[in-house]
């Protein structure tokens, strides 16, 4: 038993160290591509995330011209943000109680081969006329409701432990935030979408907050010990 415990605490340390890892880099390439975006000037506002990603430049989807010089970068990040998850998963699913460890796993899965997927097939103006563009919603629709959908579960499980209520409210806030956020972009993003990407930055930024916030309660030393002996019982 104090080995099964040893070995889930080292687990999630690990496990935390990755989060925040993927969190971080995600954000630095989206940061770092839409520095170098400069003709037209990229907006965080009216562009979407995924623009980023696209390797042909000068073409248009839904009115946004896209123009991308490091679109390099920012595929790397989604999918090094895919790998990571589904690493951290197979790390810390061991920490839910029963069906919730499965469960978990297969979410950061969808999440994880979602997001790759989004890396993998770009949302460009060759893809909207091939008709990939599909594979490329597909994944980003699973990437979206697989993260938050994770943020939520595991929330209202930290819930069932009043010493980590705080972290719990927070997480699943962050994964209905997420969720909210995608309703509402499907609701206008084929009308005048001026403000869209607000919204899809809601539904990605909400996973990326999470594990973030998740990764570095997982690195003190108290939560690593109550995951663990809750994995126990």
Known sequence: MVDAERDRTVAAKIGAIVLIIAAVQYVAAEAVTAAAWKDPQYSYGFNFISDLGVSSCGGAV????????????????????GVLFIVAALLLFRLLSGRLGPTYLVLAFVHGVGITLVGLV????EAVADGSITWH??????????????????????????????????????????????????????????????????????????????????????????AAHLACQ
């Open 62 to 81: 839904l009115g946004r011209t896209i123009c991308s010089p490091l679109h390099a970068v920012m595929n790397a990040g989604f999918i090094v943000q």
């Open 122 to 125: 770009h949302g460009s103006p």
């Open 137 to 226: 919603s597909l994944g980003a629709g699973m990437a979206i409701i697989g993260g938050n959908l994770v943020s939520i579960m595991v929330g209202s499980h930290l819930l069932r432990n009043h010493g980590e209520r705080l972290l719990g409210i927070t997480e699943v806030a962050l994964g209905t935030l997420g969720l909210i956020s995608v309703l509402v972009l499907l609701t206008i993003m084929n009308g005048d979408n001026g403000q869209a990407g607000v919204f899809e930055r809601g539904s990605v930024y909400s996973i990326m907050a999470a594990e973030l916030i998740a990764g570095v309660a997982l690195m003190s030393s108290r939560t690593r010990r109550d």
